[in-house]
T-cell receptor
Framework: RKEVEQDPGPFNVPEGATVAFNCTYS??????FFWYRQDCRKEPKLLMS???SGNEDGRFTAQLNRASQYISLLIRDSKLSDSATYLC?????????FGAGTILRVKS | GAVVSQHPSRVICKSGTSVKIECRSL??????MFWYRQFPKKSLMLMAT?????????EQGVEKDKFLINHASLTLSTLTVTSAHPEDSSFYIC??????FGYGYTFGSGTRLTVV
């Protein structure tokens, strides 16, 4: 079983749509959780950290459920510029473990 | 702040040659740097963790004699792919953790290596 699992997609959505991504992780001792965004042939960039209390940054909302070892990302009012691969990332100790990513394509 | 510079961004080399990739932290001291490899449509896989002034810690399955890592200062780590073969062609990315950052890491822009 992979340490971090994501639905690879692609998710094809129209502009303005709301889309949700899910992720599960296997190591219950994991300490920190993140969503990264990676554009084609570019490095990953931190989108937001994820907390059990849930956190929101503009159109993006992330949620962590430690009991279920489940992480989610909700994107509202999708923009064309949101098209990218979204990586679920889990930190244990000083190491980051990446999911394979979920592809989002927003179309006009 | 927290900028990591990685060079070169792209390199093409012949089989059997060695390639050095540099990763520099520009505005902070990186006590730990990480080297990842990403194959097309795959996730980033950690290759090794390098700590300034000590030997790198390699992940299982990564050949330390093939992927030489040097972290001689708090702002520079290098990865040398020795005797490169076409199967080493990949996207190599470094990241750095400065003291106190804690949350996530800053990544370099990556190096696309093609071995012909």
């Amino acid at each position: 079983r992979k340490e971090v699992e994501q639905d690879p997609g692609p998710f094809n959505v129209p502009e303005g749509a709301t889309v949700a991504f899910n992720c599960t992780y296997s190591n219950s001792a994991s300490q920190s959780f993140f969503w990264y965004r990676q554009d084609c042939r570019k490095e990953p960039k931190l989108l937001m950290s994820v907390y059990s209390s849930g956190n929101e940054d503009g159109r993006f909302t992330a949620q962590l459920n430690r009991a279920s070892q489940y992480i989610s990302l909700l994107i509202r009012d999708s923009k064309l510029s949101d098209s990218a691969t979204y990586l679920c990332v889990v930190r244990g100790g000083n190491k980051l473990v990446f999911g394979a990513g979920t592809i989002l394509r927003v179309k006009s | 702040g927290a900028v990591v510079s990685q060079h070169p961004s792209r390199v093409i080399c012949k089989s059997g040659t060695s390639v050095k990739i540099e990763c520099r932290s520009l505005d902070f001291q990186a006590t730990t740097m990480f080297w990842y490899r990403q194959f097309p449509k795959k996730s980033l896989m950690l290759m090794a963790t390098s700590n300034e002034g000590s030997k790198a810690t390699y992940e299982q399955g990564v050949e330390k004699d093939k992927f030489l890592i040097n972290h001689a200062s708090l702002t520079l780590s290098t990865l040398t792919v020795t005797s490169a073969h076409p199967e080493d062609s990949s996207f190599y990315i470094c990241s750095a953790d400065g003291e106190g950052f804690g949350y996530g890491y800053t990544f370099g822009s990556g190096t696309r290596l093609t071995v012909v």
